[in-house]
């Protein structure tokens, strides 16, 4: 398999396609085990994963057979995602809509007395569905809610399908397999091996042991056999850094460690052996561009988003406003309302008509009189394509010169005269080629409108 992870980081593949062999681990209803038996295999493989909280069945008072909320801390601080799967790990029906809230608040509250991030993650308890609670979940804060895999397969096979994104509702994923006590490598393999062309195999697992529901028990010896089979068989791996200190741990062997820290760097990658009693490691990126001092500022319009991620997704946001005036809150939102603004997954892209940004509006007094448009694009790769989109299609298209600049990376200028025929609205746009069929883009956001 490609790499083990937790559900909300399935976020991150909007905007590239997904990988083959990507697997999401899931575990359900806070068992003992998921502590003292699942963490330190997750670990040892350097694996993610979502641990879904209830504190129904005996977990206020049957210590032996769930855990803490100081052990739930750990898992968080471990870097594992902390799901909601409700208090009483009540039911969705129809019967019980009137309750959910309650049931998603109360274990958002712990979440929170124990600094934990709230939840944005949310497991269907008992695995069953009524698209009602979707809006209410939405409500909430949660962007992803697993499901299992009926209605496609029976409930008791443990048969599920995996999540294709784009057609499956964030809010209805449905899990690729539900681990049973009979399963075997077979059946580990069957569910797992489901992630491929562009699709996510979501596993779900109960307790490893589970004593209370031994309907969905997991021997210890069987996880570790499949959690060595993700490993054994793994092509990549991914770890996305939070905003605080953190710890994995590896075991001994051969790594390629590759670290990104948003669009302003290169990217570093290193082979490393990893020994016993190494020395340190430092990883210093080089920076090919500042932003801030071209007078643009980055910053995250995703509403839905919990703050305490902010750190995080800040730096690698997508949306680049340009201030006439000193930095703040109401500054980047007036510009951003302006359309003095690009959208970019990489590219750094500054367009002008004459000496106004993206979003102004020019009146045409003279039919006769042409503008003057210019375009600058500095990019970590070269470019593949420049575009000029005239009322919404390509009216020009320039091939980039694509000269390296003292930091390492490539700029591109454009200047061209446009006359106009008739009212017409302008935009900016590049393409990014990179490995594997991929490419990253810029689009200037509103466009520059000339009204005849």
């Known amino acids: 398999m490609g790499c083990a992870l937790g559900l909300a980081w399935t976020s991150a593949q909007a905007l590239e396609p997904v990988p083959d062999r990507l697997v999401v681990l899931t575990f359900d209803d806070a068992v ?14 350097g694996f993610g994963a979502t641990f879904f909280i209830t504190e129904g069945f005996s977990f206020p008072t049957n210590k032996q057979d769930y855990m803490t909320w100081e052990q739930i801390k750990e898992l968080h601080q471990d870097g594992f995602e902390i799901g909601n799967h409700t208090r009483d790990h009540l039911g969705v029906t129809l019967r019980t809509l009137g309750q959910l809230r309650a049931q998603v608040s109360a274990i958002n509250a712990p979440c929170a007395q124990y600094g934990i991030a709230r939840p944005v993650s949310f497991a269907y308890p008992g695995n069953g569905i009524t698209p009602e609670a979707m809006p209410i979940l939405k409500e909430l804060g949660i962007r992803f809610a697993r499901r299992g895999g009926a209605p496609e397969h029976p409930y008791e096979w443990g048969r599920g399908c995996a999540f294709e994104p784009g057609a499956d509702h964030p809010l209805l994923i449905p899990s690729a397999g539900d681990a049973r006590p009979d399963w075997t490598l077979d059946d580990f393999k069957q569910a797992a091996d489901q992630a491929r062309a562009g699709r996510i195999a979501v596993l779900q697992f109960h307790g490893v042991p589970d004593r209370e529901h031994p309907w969905v028990h997991t021997r210890p010896e069987r996880f570790e056999e499949f959690m060595r089979y993700l490993h054994t068989n793994a092509t990549e791996m991914h770890t996305t850094l939070s905003a605080h200190p953190f710890r994995i741990e590896l075991s001994p062997g051969q790594y ?17 052996m990893v020994e016993r009693g190494m020395a340190k490691l430092t990883f210093r990126l080089r920076r090919w561009i500042n932003m801030r001092q071209l007078g643009w500022y980055c910053g995250d319009t995703h509403n839905h988003r919990d703050p305490a991620e902010l750190p995080n997704v800040m730096l690698a946001e997508d949306v680049n406003v340009q201030l006439d005036e000193p930095f703040s809150y109401h500054a980047w939102m007036r510009g951003l309302a302006t359309g003095r603004s690009f959208v970019t997954t990489g590219p750094m892209l500054m367009a002008k008509a004459g000496d106004r940004w993206p979003g102004a509006t020019f009146q045409v007094t003279n039919e006769l009189q042409d503008y003057w448009l210019d375009c600058t694009v500095r990019s970590e790769q070269p470019l593949e394509s420049i575009e000029l989109i005239v009322n919404g299609a390509v009216g020009r298209r320039f091939e980039p010169k694509n000269r390296k600049t003292d930091s390492g990376a490539f700029e591109n200028e454009v200047s061209t005269r446009f006359k106009p025929e008739g009212t017409s609205w302008l935009a900016w746009r590049c393409f990014e080629q990179r490995p594997g069929d991929q490419f990253r883009f810029a689009h200037t956001g509103l466009p520059i409108s000339i009204d005849t």
């Open 256 to 272: 390629t460690f590759t670290i990104e820290r948003g669009k302003e760097f290169f990217a570093e990658t290193r082979e490393i």
């Open 32 to 45: 003992a085990s998921h502590y003292s038996v699942v963490r330190p295999i997750l670990k040892r493989y």
